[in-house]
């Protein structure tokens, strides 16, 4: 909570100067820096979702040294103790990230116009047009209505020079792209264009020299030879960046421009009817489904008296049921492999032990 609150209060910081007309102070540019680098408690890659925020800045970024040089100072106050521990976690840990989630985890861009999966009328149609049960990526929906009026309200904030709305058309932009991944995807299955192939061994080649962890070999996997890289696909291969996991989250970038737009849009409308009907067809896009609540199922535990056999110490996973076969996995020697062993017929019909 302490990231999410934090990066929450660098944005609203960061809007705070954009709006202010005198100069900016170094204060300002030290408080937002501190916020920036408190989020990184969240995770290492809330400061690539910081990069774009500051685009909302302009010129004034480049004009007004004293406060950007404020924001990194804080920042890295905050955010240096912060990836050192967490490099030296993973170094420990030997912690490894998988290419497999920053697509899997990814926005489909057809999803963005359709509402939550979880709506009120719409959320069982949503279900069967994905097919499968939804994963993160899958919950990309922004709906038509607030994604109709914040790309037409950003249009007429960049039209009509908006001192406020208009610079969040960078952000937007970017955060739209990033929440797609690195490979595009339709009904959240991979596209594929034999087109492309000679352009996505290049990348992947980049990736392998920069980063051969995540890029473990020169050529792209078979299955992915032929799919469409997109510019997420060269942000992965900054520093942390594919720590992510989830791309759809960059939606957080987004968001808060799109809604901005939206209302924008809604109070240039002539006509009072019009905005009402708007707003109510808006806010429908929020009746979702009630929560039920489901009874936890009755846990069965092993009992050490009733195993039989000569099993050395290892791990038991237990099935949820007691009816279901259970597997005994034996920790291995050192230089041997794990080996896996059927139990023995005492192992059936575990009760909770007595009180």
């Known amino acids: 909570m302490l990231g999410l609150l934090a990066l929450t209060g660098f944005w609203v910081s960061l809007l ?97 116009l359709l509402p939550s999966i979880y709506h009120l009328w ?46 969040w058309l960078g952000p937007t932009f970017i955060g739209l792209c990033l929440s797609l991944g690195i490979y595009l995807k339709w009904r959240t299955q991979l596209v594929h264009l034999p087109e492309g192939e000679h352009l996505h061994r290049l990348l992947w080649q980049l990736g392998h020299v920069l980063k051969p962890g995540l890029f473990p070999t020169a050529e792209p996997f078979p299955w992915l030879r032929d799919s469409v890289p997109l510019p997420g696909f060269l942000w992965i291969l900054l520093l942390f960046a594919e720590g992510g996991r989830a791309m759809v989250r960059y939606l957080f970038i987004a968001a808060p421009g799109l809604y901005l737009a939206a209302g924008y849009f809604l109070s240039c409308l002539p006509r009072r009817w019009l905005q009402v009907l708007l707003s109510v ?33 290892g791990i038991v996973t237990l099935a949820q049921f007691a009816h279901v076969p ?16 059927r139990p023995a017929p005492a192992l059936r019909g575990l009760h909770p032990p007595p009180d």
């Open 122 to 167: 719409w959320g069982q149609p949503i279900s069967t047009y994905l097919g499968h049960p939804p994963l993160e990526g899958d919950l990309a929906m922004v709906g038509l209505v607030p994604f109709f009026l914040g790309i037409t309200g950003l249009s007429l904030a960049v039209r009509d020079r908006h001192p406020l709305v208009s610079r």
């Open 281 to 313: 067809l808006w806010a429908s896009e929020l009746m979702l489904t009630p929560l039920r609540w489901k009874p936890l199922e009755a846990v069965h535990y092993l009992r050490p008296d009733r195993v039989s056999g000569n099993y050395p110490a």
């Open 16 to 112: 705070h100067a954009t709006r202010d007309p005198q100069p900016l102070r170094w204060e300002q540019g030290l408080i937002c820096g501190l916020l920036w680098g408190a989020s990184l408690w969240f995770s290492l890659y809330f400061f690539w979702l910081g990069i774009p925020l500051l685009l909302l800045l302009g010129k004034r970024m480049w004009r007004e040294w004293a406060f950007t040089w404020a924001v990194g100072g804080g920042m890295t106050l905050i955010g240096l103790p912060v990836a050192l521990l967490f490099a030296s976690a993973v170094w420990k840990t030997q912690t490894v990230f998988h290419l497999h989630n920053l697509y899997i985890y990814a926005a489909s861009p057809d999803l963005w």
């Open 326 to 341: 259970l597997r005994v996995c034996c920790l291995p020697r050192r230089g041997s492999r794990p080996r896996e062993r």
